[in-house]
């Protein structure tokens, strides 16, 4: 087991996460109450823990070693890792999970939704930062924990077959949503299609950057930590700033039932923008630059499909907790997509102001 100190003296299930069960531990110790994080990987959804753990290990070993030459405080800027007691960043238990613990960030919180904007704002700087302290990674040592994880044309072809499986008999009730897909093939291309002809640059990126994958510190309301780093892996840097609009910069929540609450804030869409390219401090090409309303589009697109493609199959995928809940996020998701398309000459001009 791991290395916890002292007494352990509660347990709780914590966070909001979609994928891996999370808890929170309290360990009585001689200095007083010492807290961590303790997570069940999803064996279903991450089919080799042992490479991801040997990613976060590096990951977390590189950005502790730069965020402690820039004069920060590693133990808490970062993820950090408890070993087992035999030396490893994992612990297998008789039924075969794998589980993993970090040290507890104190004192500082994860949002499902913006509440101050400044918060927004500083998500987008930290996660543009992110990238830049990675720039010079080796990513040829990063495993891809999930292959083809934002290819989306491969998505598109993975929701073809759901959608002729069928496997619950769920797709004529669904038939709009299905159309909204079957719509958008062309569209679903064009990222995949400037990265193969070389045209946009693979970089070291987190592929997961929703506003509750980052940590907000409590006292300074800066953004300190970056965490679920399950998912970084070569990727575009188009894609970490769609995924933290489609999510952050939207009116409703990702699971909305009121359609009519969701659409893309432009106001907030503007404080990110703006973050982000801050964030990233220069490195971004100048196709980037103009693909980053695209990357919204598609990262929401592709997320709506994703959950669409669950609902199909029966969802075994992300965590629900109400019937029909995979069918609401998609909705919510094409409701934004549609907003963002309308929206496009203005997210442009948006970007172009600050690039
Ligand atoms: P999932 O992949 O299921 O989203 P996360 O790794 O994002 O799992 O963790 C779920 C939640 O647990 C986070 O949104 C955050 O609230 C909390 N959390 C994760 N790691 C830490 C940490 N080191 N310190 C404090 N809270 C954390
Ligand atoms: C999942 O793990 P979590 O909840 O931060 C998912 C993302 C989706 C997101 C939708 C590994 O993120 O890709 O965009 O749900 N993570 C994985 O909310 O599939
Ligand atoms: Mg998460």
Known sequence: MFGFPGEI?????????????????????????????LQKMNKNVFRNPIELMENIKGVTRWLRRKITENGGDGERETLNVLETR???????????????????IENASCFDAVKDENDFYQSAVAFGHFQRLLADYPAETLYETIVDFHNTPDRFRK????????????ASQVQEEIRFVLEHEELSRRLYDLQVRGEIPLRVTHNDTKLNNIMIDDATG????????????PGLSVNDFGDSIRFGASTGAEDEQDLSKVSCDLH???????G???????????????MLPMGAILMTFECGMRFLTDYLEGD???????????????????????????????????????K
């Open 268 to 274: 907030l869409y503007e404080l990110y923008v703006k």
């Open 222 to 233: 800066k953004a300190i930590c970056v965490i679920d780093l399950d998912t970084v892996m």
């Open 276 to 290: 982000f390219i801050e964030g990233c401090g220069g490195a971004l090409t100048e196709i980037e630059l103009d």
């Open 316 to 354: 075994h995928y992300f965590k629900i907790h109400r019937e029909g809940h995979n069918l609401d996020r998609c909705r919510t998701q094409f409701k934004l997509v549609k907003d963002m398309e309308e929206k496009l000459p203005i997210m442009q001009g948006i970007v172009n102001k600050y």
């Open 159 to 170: 929701f073809q077959d759901a959608l002729k499986a069928d496997a619950l008999g769920r």
């Open 9 to 37: 003296v509660e347990c709780i299930p914590f966070g909001s996460g979609h994928i891996n069960d999370t808890y929170r531990l309290a360990c009585q110790t001689e200095e007083g109450i010492k807290r961590f994080i």
């Open 86 to 104: 035999d030396g490893r960043p994992y612990y297998q238990d008789s039924q075969g999970e794998f589980w993993r613990s970090y040290l507890f």
